[in-house]
């Protein structure tokens, strides 16, 4: 027997400090023009000295928490999806629970670059369709600009650092979202077109070693994009077709909040008004497996998604992987 899976709390946390474009022409040769109308970024959130993705992810459970009307303890399942974790052990989420103050907890650390989210969503639909009982945390987590080569001025102006957070259950709460849907895909004969490799099992470095242009990201920006447009739209229609609606009926479309090229794309392809797309990327910038999870939880936050909304969430990130989820509100 399965059951249904609810969002019974969001939240989102992104750091204090503020990088604008205008910082960024003075340590690297570009122009805040030249970054505004390729990527549509303005500014970005980045990190603390010694902040780390799970001190991210904590501000970001504290707030779903706090929106479900629920206590750290009342988890079951605490699930972390990021490309930065603190370390390669102990596990970011073991890390997260002992910062919420509890533990005997089912706690695990996962990866699928930046369609985290809504893999992570149906990783915890999964839980609870098994174990009806369960109170499932997940958390996007991301200090990607600690990957990021800041002499490279054709990525540094991307990444920004940032986390979301979900609280899923098999019954509803107040302001819920019922998880319709979700269509999850990858092909790893692509994976070569976005990578962090340095630092790997199959790049280790060994004492003493210079740090490479592969410990950060690297990217083929045109075919990434080319990729990116073409599966968000397949994945979207797909999501869409299974359920019996059609994109008239999507109050909102959240997209990966990777290039604004892209979502612009995007949308136009699905025949989705600009004004019915959730747009953060201006300010947070490509913040990897958090950013539609951000984006959700401050539209939701800020009164934007409305009870009975039909809510599109379309991700693609490193792998390649990316999918999509259908919510109703």
């Not at 939240?11 to 030249?34: C, M, Q, R, S």
């Not at 490309?83 to 989420?93: G, I, Q």
């Not at 650390?109 to 809504?118: E, I, K, P, R, T």
Request: net charge negative; hydrophobic share 45%.
């Amino acid at each position: 027997m399965t059951h249904d899976a609810y969002i019974r709390g969001l939240g989102f946390y992104v750091p204090e400090t503020v990088v604008t474009n205008a910082d960024l022409e003075k340590i690297v040769e570009t122009t805040d023009e030249w970054i505004t109308t390729r990527t549509g970024i303005k500014e970005r959130r980045v990190a603390a000295p010694g902040q780390a993705s799970s001190d991210l992810a904590l501000g970001a459970a504290k707030a779903a928490l706090a929106d479900a009307g629920m206590q750290a303890d009342e988890l079951t399942h605490i699930l972390v999806y990021t490309l930065t974790p603190d370390f390669y052990c102990p596990p970011t989420a073991c890390l997260l629970e002992e910062k919420l103050g509890i533990r005997g907890k089912f706690a695990q650390d996962l990866n699928a670059a930046c369609s985290g989210f809504v893999y992570g969503l149906e990783t915890a639909r999964a839980i609870v369709a098994l174990h009806p009982e369960a109170k499932v945390l997940l958390c996007a987590a991301e200090v990607l600009t600690s990957r990021t080569n800041w002499a490279d001025r054709r990525t540094c102006v991307l990444f920004g650092d940032g986390a979301s957070a979900a609280v899923i259950a098999a019954t509803p709460g107040r302001g819920s979202a019922h998880i319709i849907d979700a269509r999850l895909y990858s092909d790893g004969s692509l994976g070569h077109l976005l990578t962090v490799k340095g630092g790997g099992s199959a790049a280790p470095l060994k004492l003493g070693d210079v740090v490479g242009p592969n410990f950060f990201v690297e990217m083929a920006g045109q075919e990434v994009f080319k990729h990116a447009v073409r599966n968000m739209v397949s994945v979207c229609e797909e999501v869409l077709a299974a359920a019996g609606a059609t994109t008239d009926e999507v109050a909102f479309l959240i997209p990966h909040q990777a290039n604004m090229r892209i979502i612009d794309a995007v949308a136009k392809k699905l025949s989705i008004p600009t004004e019915r797309c959730v747009i953060t990327i201006d300010r947070y910038g490509n913040s990897s497996a958090s950013s539609v999870g951000i984006a959700l939880a401050e539209a939701r936050g800020a009164g934007r998604i409305q009870p009975g909304a039909l809510v599109l969430l379309a991700v693609f990130g490193g792998g390649f992987t990316w999918g999509a989820s259908l919510l109703r509100f």
